[in-house]
């Protein structure tokens, strides 16, 4: 399966800076999850677009599904130091096949 | 149970010996996936099961790698022979069929010595 592309690979960021990971795929994606992963962690879920344009807010996270359904964003607003980890975007093939993206890796310098 | 279960958390094995990894998925969750994931690397998808039946198989790296599910519920991944090549942290998931979120267990960190 075409795997979903995630840019940048890695941030850093200074605490109470904003911070935006993005999600690109060749293909047109029925739905795009997001999921979290803590250093040492496993993955958990955080959200899931479905809609073209669909945006969804938790608290200081923002998640976005572009209008063709081909690409997807994450953004934190004033990022904190539990806000550390990994963010992958995850699409679903036709089986339910979770499909992870390349991931990005984020570090909150406090 | 509460989550999904593997076992065990840390395996140490020498190359050459077989390996078993189990997972016990959340009661009534239908599906099952196996990961692999290597250090600071991303999640390579292995197998994937539907009930008892593995419709993908596509992401087994060889044929020393097999995987079961017996009764819908616990799986068992197996490595034969192993290489150093094979350690990582092995990654179970499960969810309800309709592509909702997938909850991930705790891992089974492998090294191969």
């Known amino acids: 399966g075409q795997q979903v592309m995630q840019i940048p690979q890695y941030q850093h960021v200074q605490e109470g800076e904003d911070f935006t990971t993005y999600c690109n795929s060749s293909t047109t994606l029925s739905n795009i999850q997001w999921y979290k992963q803590r250093p040492g962690g496993h993955p958990v879920f955080l959200i899931q677009l479905v809609k073209s344009g669909e945006v969804k807010k938790q608290k200081r996270l923002t998640f976005q599904f572009g209008e063709a359904k081909k690409n997807s964003s994450l953004h934190i607003t004033a990022t904190q130091t539990t806000d550390v980890g990994t963010y992958f975007c995850v699409r679903t093939s036709g089986t339910y096949k979770y499909i992870f993206g390349t991931g990005t890796r984020l570090k909150v310098l406090a | 149970g509460a989550g999904v279960s593997q076992s065990p958390s840390n395996k140490v094995t020498e190359k050459g010996k077989d390996v078993e990894l189990r997972c016990d998925p959340i009661?009534?969750?239908?599906?099952l996936y196996w990961y692999r994931q290597s250090l600071g690397q991303g999640l390579e998808f292995l197998i994937y099961f539907q009930g008892n039946s593995a419709p993908d198989k596509s992401g087994l790296p060889s044929d020393r790698f097999s995987a079961e599910r017996t009764g819908g519920s616990v799986s068992t991944l197996t490595i034969q022979r192993t290489q150093q090549e094979d350690s990582a942290v092995y990654l179970c998931?499960?969810?309800?069929?309709?592509?909702?979120?997938?909850?991930f267990g705790q891992g089974t960190r492998l090294t191969v010595v």
């Open positions: 998931a499960s969810s309800f069929a309709d592509g909702t979120e997938a909850f």
């Open positions: 009661s009534g969750h239908t599906a």
